[in-house]
């Protein structure tokens, strides 16, 4: 019994603290070696507001752009797990004009930067990941949640890490260009300016090779976004949850920060997403996305049992 218990020791520390990889969603992703805030340090996000007033809770700054991503009903039936039904009727009265047939998967790419758990010091990590919003994960027919199958996340980051922005789910270790920033800067042969962000999968260099593409341009000044700041504060604070039976995602973000005020202010664009597995079944191009790009507070203290999270509809007023 002895030589059991302390083989099985030996076992773990060998895959999780010597061989340098985890397995998260059966995908292996780096165990980050040093502190990757020294390795990945954003200079272009400002720090983290909360982690003084908030010790006990998980913190951060998340900066990049959220996309509404039309997509046929029929493959959102195939992603979103079959008994739970979809909330049409919700974003449909908040997006009167999105084209019939079709279902508002949203794309996350984003910097999440001076991230504090658990009284370590702050990392910075990417991520990129497809919501699957509106879901009746309660069967109350009111509670509006998000399905997340699959993650993209940068390499050199902590089992913590993974574990608490990334479980239950199928994660894919990847190399983001930019490095640890949120967006990268270019101008199109019009000279017009674009903000792009590419993802590789992780192969140990790279070799751009992108199969995950997003570029966008700043919509034109004085015109108005399709979607308003309301509608980005309802869709990014939906609770999340992936193939755990009990457990769910809060991850509270605030827009009431000076984060996401005066020269900080959201920025809304237009542009196309290239996107593959683990995403999507099949490699799909979509154009005209509607996105914003900001930076906002993370403040948490996930996971919560799902079932305690019936008739949520959002953050406090004011934020």
């Known amino acids: 019994m002895y030589f059991s218990t302390v083989f099985i020791a030996i076992l773990f520390l060998y895959l999780v603290g010597f061989s340098g990889?985890?397995?998260?969603?059966?995908?292996?992703?780096?165990?980050?070696?040093?502190?990757?805030?020294?390795?990945?340090?954003?200079?272009?996000?400002?720090?983290?507001?909360?982690?003084?007033?908030?010790?006990?809770?998980?913190?951060?700054?998340?900066?990049?752009?959220?996309?509404?991503?039309?997509?046929?009903?029929?493959?959102?039936?195939?992603?979103?797990?079959?008994?739970?039904k979809i909330l049409e009727k919700s974003y449909r009265a908040l997006m009167p004009d999105f084209p019939a047939g079709q279902y508002p998967a949203l794309l996350q790419l984003e910097l999440y930067h001076d991230v504090r758990m658990q009284g370590r010091p702050g990392v910075d990590f990417q991520r990129a990941s497809l919501y699957f919003t509106f879901v009746d994960r309660l069967g109350d027919g009111y509670?509006?949640?998000?399905?997340?199958?699959?993650?993209?996340?940068?390499?050199?980051?902590?089992?913590?890490?993974?574990?608490?922005?990334?479980?239950?789910?199928?994660?894919?270790?990847?190399?983001?260009?930019?490095?640890?920033?949120?967006?990268?800067?270019?101008?199109?042969?019009?000279?017009?300016?674009?903000?792009?962000?590419?993802?590789?999968?992780?192969?140990?260099?790279?070799?751009?090779?992108?199969?995950?593409?997003?570029?966008?341009?700043?919509?034109?000044?004085?015109?108005?976004?399709?979607?308003?700041?309301?509608?980005?504060?309802?869709?990014?604070?939906?609770?999340?949850?992936?193939?755990?039976?009990?457990?769910?995602?809060?991850?509270?973000?605030?827009?009431?920060?000076?984060?996401?005020?005066d020269q900080f202010a959201p920025t809304y664009h237009t542009g196309s997403l290239t996107a593959n597995e683990p995403f999507l079944p099949d490699l799909g191009t979509f154009e005209e996305t509607q996105a914003i790009q900001l930076a906002t507070v993370l403040a948490d203290d996930n996971p919560v049992l799902c079932d305690t999270l019936k008739g949520y509809s959002g953050t406090k007023p004011g934020n």
């Not at 996000?45 to 991503?69: E, I, R």
């Not at 017009?192 to 997003?214: N, T």
């Open 21 to 84: 990889s985890v397995v998260s969603g059966a995908q292996p992703i780096s165990i980050a070696k040093s502190d990757p805030l020294h390795e990945c340090p954003s200079i272009e996000t400002q720090p983290n507001l909360l982690f003084t007033t908030k010790p006990d809770h998980v913190t951060g700054v998340m900066n990049g752009t959220w996309a509404v991503v039309p997509i046929e009903m029929p493959l959102a039936r195939r992603i979103i797990p079959a008994e739970y």
């Open 143 to 261: 509670t509006a949640m998000a399905y997340i199958n699959a993650t993209r996340m940068s390499t050199d980051i902590s089992f913590q890490v993974v574990n608490h922005f990334a479980p239950d789910h199928y994660i894919m270790a990847s190399i983001f260009k930019p490095r640890c920033e949120a967006y990268d800067y270019g101008k199109t042969s019009a000279q017009e300016d674009f903000r792009s962000v590419e993802v590789e999968k992780y192969s140990g260099i790279w070799e751009d090779a992108a199969d995950f593409v997003a570029v966008f341009s700043a919509i034109a000044v004085g015109a108005k976004p399709v979607y308003p700041l309301e509608f980005w504060k309802n869709v990014t604070n939906q609770p999340v949850f992936s193939n755990n039976e009990f457990t769910c995602k809060n991850h509270i973000r605030l827009f009431n920060t000076s984060l996401s005020k």
